[in-house]
């Protein structure tokens, strides 16, 4: 299985120029043979909208996401946008395939300072079968909660999605990609399943997401890294068969009665 | 470990995140250049590095505005940095519109003065970024902005600021990283608005101390009490403490009063990125 990583800068709350980027990037993992593609949280309007939510969330069954739908015939596709439902408003992530809206999740545990005041917490994990096995998305914060993971292990997820629009920080001790390898190697490892984590790049406000987006295998180890700061494509191979091996060498649910 | 090696930046990391952040946030808005004030101290001798970096030395200006009484010094060593760089610069004199001001009035003190001069300054760099088509970038560290050491609308202006979340102890480790001009490293930090003023002996205290006791503040929640028992006096923690709290005002924009359902920056709220 071909995976791509589009870690991609967007311009805040111009669909239509971010929607274009989408389907240049997903046009060019097509070109490349590639089975699914990831891009980032909101990657269709931009992270920090403010006031913009109300005006570029978008219905799922707006006419925005056919020529996207259409691809989806190709190559499976992951990215994130601002959803509108009966009034209300979600941070959301969406898994197109062959042609149809296969699952969206809802981001379950919303950023404070940013995203609470316009943003509707979705209020489930969902894992949903793909071609390649059962898939979950996290959006961002979502990873940083142990109640996810839990669930993502109890659903026999093979594949873990974390869409992210992570900003950058760094003092003495850390530096804010450590957290994020740390965790979703632990996730990965101890769960036995493959986690992409695709994260944008590009300023917001003074504001810097850092890129770095990464794809762990089952047994803990990156395999794929991108670059920091820099928009661009990550392309990896992956062996779906690394779960199963990954489970006979550490068998840990089986030991588990899961509630 | 002392104190000060907790603000240890990775200056490869951190030099190559403020020059993305210059090029991008300045090319987004459809500018390409960028207009700094240069003093010949730390702070806008770093900011001209990365100004340089960022846009490319033909695409920065750097703006000499020496007034009567400031330090031949200070001259010399920002035509150093100009030299260094390659970057653009022209020398303009404030002595004129200032002392044509300060005429006004039989009396002016210096607190008053210091503000005229950096209003002035402001008023400059701003024009010339209109001259120019540039943006005028900042160069107020986060020593400054915490302790509201700096002229409100005056050196505190600016477009775009990619110093404004570092203290100055890791200005000076940009600076060595850069390998600016060996003098500027080495004198005293001045507003250099008189022959011979030094911003700590103003201040009261060393930045080395102002900045380890603002890091423990506001970057790791550290009570006052325990700021004390890492080894410092309690009036000195104290009144930094109360100069950030009186100081609140100069790192925001005026208050509005509220009368309708969206006031700009209270319930109306858009990045300034909005569509770029």
Known sequence: MRVAIAQIDTILGDIKKNLSKIEHYTDKAIEEKCDLIVFPELALTGYGLKDLVYSVSVDVKDDLFDPLKDKSGFIDISFGFAQKENGYFYNSAVYLAEGNILAIHKKSHLQIHEEEKYFTAGDSTETFKTKFGNTTMLICEDAFHISSHYEAFKNETDFMIVLSASPFWSDSDNKKWEMWENILKASAQLNGYFVIFANRVGFEDGVGFFGKSFIVNPFGNIVGEASIFKEEMLIVDLDLRETERAKINMPIKKNEALK | ?276
Request: overall charge negative.
């Open chain 2, 1 to 276: 470990m002392s104190l000060l090696d907790k603000l240890r930046i990775d200056c490869d990391i951190v030099s190559t995140y403020l020059i993305e952040f210059v090029r991008q946030e300045v090319l987004k808005t459809g500018l390409k250049r960028a207009v700094i004030g240069l003093s010949g101290g730390i702070d806008s001798t770093v900011v001209a590095y990365i100004a340089k970096e960022a846009l490319g030395k033909e695409n920065v200006y750097g703006i000499l505005m020496p007034y009567k009484l400031s330090s031949k010094e200070s001259i010399e060593d920002a035509l150093k940095v100009v030299e260094d760089t390659g970057i653009n610069h022209k020398i303009f004199e404030i002595t004129d519109p200032a002392d044509a001001y300060f005429d006004k009035f039989d009396e002016i003190d210096s607190l008053r003065k210091g503000n005229v001069l950096a209003r002035l300054r402001m008023i400059t760099l701003f024009d010339h970024s209109s001259l120019y088509g540039g943006l005028v970038v900042g160069t107020s560290n986060k020593t400054e902005l915490l302790l509201g050491y700096g002229t409100w609308y005056g050196d505190m202006a600016s477009s775009l600021n990619p110093i404004g979340d570092l203290y100055k102890n890791q200005i000076y480790q940009l600076a060595r990283y850069f390998n600016v001009p060996r003098s500027i490293i080495e004198k005293k930090p001045s507003a250099d608005l008189w022959v011979g003023q030094s911003d700590e002996d103003e201040l009261g205290f060393s930045y080395d101390d102002a900045d380890v006791i603002l890091y423990h503040l506001y970057d790791l929640h550290y009570t006052i009490e325990e700021v004390v028992n890492l080894g410092f006096s309690h009036q000195l923690v104290k009144g930094i403490a109360e100069r950030v709290r009186r100081n609140q005002f100069k790192r925001l924009p005026p208050i509005i009063a509220k009368i309708s359902k969206r006031t700009v920056n209270v319930d109306f709220r858009y990045p300034r990125d909005w569509g770029l």
